[in-house]
């Protein structure tokens, strides 16, 4: 065990026990290590081909993402009885001086071909236009095309619109052509979200590769970790894709996505944090197994605690009411345990199999010196000793001031033309639309009312302010009525993803849901972007407390004690609030975006909490660990030089995998791994390095309060007042 000597504080022998190996032979033992390589080699045979279908159980439509009880969510579902559930593609024509007799020929004989599309979905039939901006010399024309939107619906949307795309061209000579509206917006998301998992696979196993070999300095060493995670990843894959398919999960582009940077980042951190274990026992001892054994032992409970940490608190989100927060918490869970569980079985067998000559150059032979007696994190240690409320002190103004930047956060959500990193065909078309035509054109807002009431309802939507009167009908393909009910359509003056758009909707719900005995709900897209606001805000409330308990109990139940966890809360939390307010101003001045989505400081907090407080777990651990045989302030500077070198290198490894979020060309990825990979790094740098030290070294043996330790020093050598 590396130890720091320090004059002022004598140390206590360390007993050495025989039985600290418990179960860990289990799985790094002389034979039991290739029975756990050949039960990992069949689980992989096994799961591997259920892993490559995970894409196509994926659930991309809306009700995948809306609270299940909202009411655009009712309209949704009650809708599918009038019509297929479907979005329309609108084809926007523009020319600066007015179209030409030719472009409006152009456009007519575009409706013609239109009209016969069938293919992806597209119910070419249904066509309606074009409408023209004015009926003397128009400048604008839209034609909308409908395509269903079915079980596969969100799969064929990109074709269904190279089909239109392949009818209207791209326009040229002056003439504008763009397709814009939900079905143009939604192929461009797809198209954002084709080959994400491809991409964040790659992008984090290039950060993971560049992380290890700078850490271990070994070409070779990388090897065996870098296995053991695309092992996990498979394998979760693989059972995440049985439960969608056959237990009625829901997985998204988005949870898909996350799983991947969650088990890459999770995964090699652990590696990180078991190797260093490792490598000190292998200096103490001869037999590789034995050294396993014992890092395992003594590593092993900090690294199980902050799994479970990380599943328990994904799993919180089971009480979202946000269907697609719901959904990712059993997925990120199920991927962080399977990671946990493969770290602490594959990949130690695979190092005992392996043997020594795996760390390459730098072998840790018997006897060697551990370099972490004399490191920086060592020195560092030593120095807050001297004043350590003056340093946690200062860290804490500094990280108070850095949370002012929270008055610049706008998560309010992102319209579309906000969404995109860079500017697709369908914002362009979005814009050019804007000029000649009511701005929520293609988007309308969707009314269902009891027929009896339907003339009074539409009276009311037709009077509310921000609605086009003369917008209202039956969108073609819809039924006049389905048991007593009947639905129409209304087209709102502002941009369906506008904040105006949406008291548009609060106003028209108040004037409908007055019409006595007419049951009338009001959805739509921008209903549904009002709803997940409200819902996410809701889910805001509720979760982040939630997770801040579990994280508190954990913690409690780990140290045995209560001071220490409230402590280490109030660093994570304020650590959160110093990311998001450096993320806030960066993203305003730096990457001049417009703002942020509505669940962003839940993701944020949610990943950082759960993850970050891996960190501390694993030196509070170690420093009660120390403190046990030598006392709590010197075991809190021992603490720190153990751990300091892997902690920082678990850090730059999960935060290089947040960032690889930011290689996806949406604005809300790039927020999420942009603040988490910042809080990671603060956690890693500062709150864990600095703050945190600081403030177990001020607190001293009071800090384990109420458990015994917290009294163990009274009877040991003091230090010298004016040295701490």
């Not at 003439?175 to 954002?192: C, R």
């Not at 032992?297 to 009480?319: E, F, K, N």
């Not at 050019?432 to 009511?438: D, G, T």
């Amino acid at each position: 065990m590396t130890e720091i000597q320090d004059e002022r504080w004598p140390q206590r022998p360390r007993p050495t026990r025989s039985g600290q190996r418990g179960i860990a032979h289990l799985v790094c033992g002389r034979r039991a290590k290739w029975v756990v390589l050949v039960l990992w080699l069949a689980v992989l045979f096994l799961t591997a081909p259920f892993a490559q279908k995970l894409t196509d159980a994926q659930d991309n439509d809306a009700a995948s993402w809306l609270p299940g009880s909202a009411e655009s969510t009712q309209v949704l579902e009650i809708s599918e009885n009038f019509r297929p559930e479907q979005i329309p593609a609108v084809v926007v024509y523009a020319r600066d001086g007015g179209l030409t007799a030719q472009d409006r020929a152009a456009v007519t004989e575009d409706v013609a071909q239109l009209k016969q599309l069938t293919d992806h979905g597209i119910r070419g039939a249904e066509t309606r236009g074009p409408v023209f901006d004015r009926e003397v010399d128009p400048q604008a024309a839209q034609v909308q095309v409908p395509i269903t939107m079915d079980e596969k619906g969100w799969e064929r949307i990109a074709p269904a619109v190279d089909s239109i795309r392949d009818v209207v061209g791209t326009g040229g000579a002056g003439l504008a052509v763009h397709i814009t509206g939900p079905g143009g917006t939604s192929a461009d998301f797809s198209e954002a979200f084709e080959g994400i998992d491809s991409t964040l696979l790659l992008s984090a196993m290039a950060v993971v590769i560049v992380m290890l070999l700078i850490t271990y300095r070994s070409p070779t060493l990388l090897l065996v970790p870098l296995v053991a995670v695309i092992v996990a990843l498979f394998t979760a894959q693989a059972f995440i894709y049985l439960l969608a398919e056959h237990a009625g999960l829901t997985v998204n582009g988005q949870s898909a996505g996350i799983l991947t940077v969650l088990v890459f980042g999770a995964g090699t951190d652990y590696a990180l944090l078991l190797v260093a274990r490792y490598r000190e026992e292998l200096r103490r001892h001869e037999d590789r197994h034995e050294a396993m054994a014992l890092a395992l032992h003594r590593a092993g409970p900090a690294v199980i605690a902050s799994g479970a940490t990380v599943v328990l608190s994904m799993l919180v989100l089971l009480a979202a009411e946000m269907n697609s927060t719901r959904g990712l918490g059993p997925v990120a869970a199920i991927g962080v345990a399977v990671a946990l569980i493969a770290m602490m079985t594959l990949f130690p067998a695979l190092l005992v199999i392996f043997g020594r000559w795996i760390f390459w150059p730098v072998i840790p032979h018997l006897g060697t010196e551990n370099p972490d007696r004399r490191g920086v994190w060592a020195r560092m240690g030593r120095r807050i000793s001297h004043r350590p409320r003056m340093v946690w002190t200062v860290t804490a103004i500094a990280l108070a001031v850095c949370s002012l930047g929270l008055i610049q956060l706008r998560a309010e959500g992102l319209g579309n033309a906000d969404a995109f990193t860079d500017k697709p065909d369908s914002i362009t078309g979005q814009e050019i639309s804007e000029r000649y035509f009511p701005a929520g054109s293609g988007d309308p807002l969707v009314i269902i009312s009891n027929q009896s009431q339907a003339v009074q309802v539409g009276r009311a939507v037709a009077g509310t302010d921000g609605v086009v009167p003369t917008s209202l009908g039956l969108p073609p393909g819809t039924k006049p009525s389905y048991e007593g009910k009947v639905l129409f359509e209304a087209t709102m003056t502002a941009p369906a993803d506008s904040e105006a758009a949406k008291q548009t909707v609060e106003r028209v719900r108040d004037a409908v849901h007055a019409v006595p005995d007419a049951d009338a709900q009001v959805g739509g897209g921008t209903a549904a972007l009002l709803d997940m606001d409200e819902a996410t805000t809701h889910d805001n409330i509720l979760i982040i407390p939630l997770v801040l308990v579990v994280v508190l109990l954990i913690l409690t139940a780990l140290l045995r004690a209560l001071i220490a966890p409230l402590l280490l809360i109030g660093t994570v939390i304020l650590s959160f609030t110093a990311a998001l307010g450096i993320s806030a101003l960066a993203f305003r001045h730096l990457f001049d975006y417009a703002g942020e989505s509505t669940d962003f400081p839940l993701f944020v907090f949610v990943f950082l909490v759960a993850l970050g407080i891996d960190y501390n777990i694993f030196l509070t651990t170690r420093i009660r660990e120390e403190a046990a045989h030598q006392g709590t302030r010197p075991g809190v500077v021992t603490g720190l030089a153990a751990t300091g070198a892997v902690i920082t290198s678990a850090g730059l490894v999960l935060a290089g995998t947040f960032a690889a979020l930011g290689t996806l060309p949406m604005v809300a990825f790039a927020e999420i791994g942009f603040a988490v990979a910042l809080g990671v790094l603060l956690d890693t740098f500062i709150v864990r390095s600095i703050l945190v030290t600081s403030l177990f070294l001020d607190v001293g043996p009071k800090v384990w309060w109420p458990h015994p330790l917290a009294r163990s020093e009274e009877q040991a050598p003091t230090p010298n007042p004016s040295g701490v």
